[in-house]
């Protein structure tokens, strides 16, 4: 299992030796007879642990199933993404108690979908594809308000909003800047995109990734050498790179 992508199947299947002890610790209460009033209670905590259990060794051995595979499965890819949001707060529950960075957790979360992404690769029209910027990318000097509308941009090259306007009139494709979800989902409603790319922090790309279940998204986190939110940068060429597939097919 290459990339980070271990770091979330990791936590999750430490999850599963939790339940399983979990799971043996009420089977052996049971067995000694000491449940008699709620034992109708712990068979059904029983059933509920054990679905959880088969659906965690089930992600985890789809997922290992498409690294390893050369074909792409829709069906299986989309299991995988469910059960992924699905089982995302019990990961990080589990990373807190373990004291982990919840950002490795959404890295590796971020990688899983983008891996998904990747395996499922289609054609599309320039018109299809939107770019999906934060705010924070643009130079923080800057008095051009580009949100929303990025012609707004005068193309001075202090920050990569300049890149940005460059992709979309090289590929014709969208490209807006937002200050965050609500602005995002309307531009998504707007210019109802059939494949996104979206360049965020860690926290608001999983989110966003959650919350936009319906249309693709590929996730590209943004670098933060001024600190979280502020002048932020991104590698241009990431974004070269996938536009050029989204429109060649892969
Ligand atoms: S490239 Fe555009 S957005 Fe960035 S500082 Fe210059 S005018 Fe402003």
Redesign the pocket.
């Known amino acids: 299992m290459k990339g980070k992508k271990r770091v979330f199947l990791g936590i999750l299947l430490i999850s599963f030796l939790v339940f399983t002890l979990v799971l043996l610790g009420i089977l052996y209460v049971i067995k000694e007879g000491r449940v008699e009033l709620y034992k109708y209670l712990f068979f059904t905590l029983v059933a509920f642990i054990l679905v959880l259990m088969l659906l965690i060794v089930s992600v985890i051995g789809a997922t290992f199933y498409l690294v390893f595979s050369k074909k792409s499965n829709k069906i299986l890819s989309s299991f995988i993404a469910n059960f992924i949001d699905l089982f995302y707060p019990l990961v990080v529950c589990m990373a807190r108690v373990l004291d982990f960075k919840i950002e490795k957790v959404d890295q590796s979360y971020i990688e899983i979908k983008n891996f998904l992404f990747n395996k499922n690769l289609e054609k599309y029209q320039p018109k299809d594809v939107l770019i999906l910027a934060p705010h924070c990318i643009?130079?923080s000097g800057?008095k051009?308000k580009?949100t929303y509308d990025i012609v707004n941009?005068?193309?001075?090259?202090?920050?990569q909003?300049?890149d940005l306007v460059n992709f979309k009139e090289k590929y014709g494709i969208n490209v807006a800047v937002v200050t965050g979800g609500t602005l995002a989902r309307k531009v998504v409603k707007d210019t109802k995109p059939k494949v996104i790319i979206a360049i965020a922090c860690e926290r608001d790309l999983t989110s966003g990734m959650q919350d936009v279940k319906q249309i693709p998204v590929y996730g590209i986190i943004n670098e933060r050498p001024n600190g979280p939110c502020f002048n932020t940068r991104v590698d241009v060429s990431k974004i070269e790179d996938m536009i050029k597939k989204l429109l060649d097919g892969g």
């Open positions: 643009q130079y800057c051009f580009v941009c005068r193309r001075c090259g202090k920050c909003i300049n």
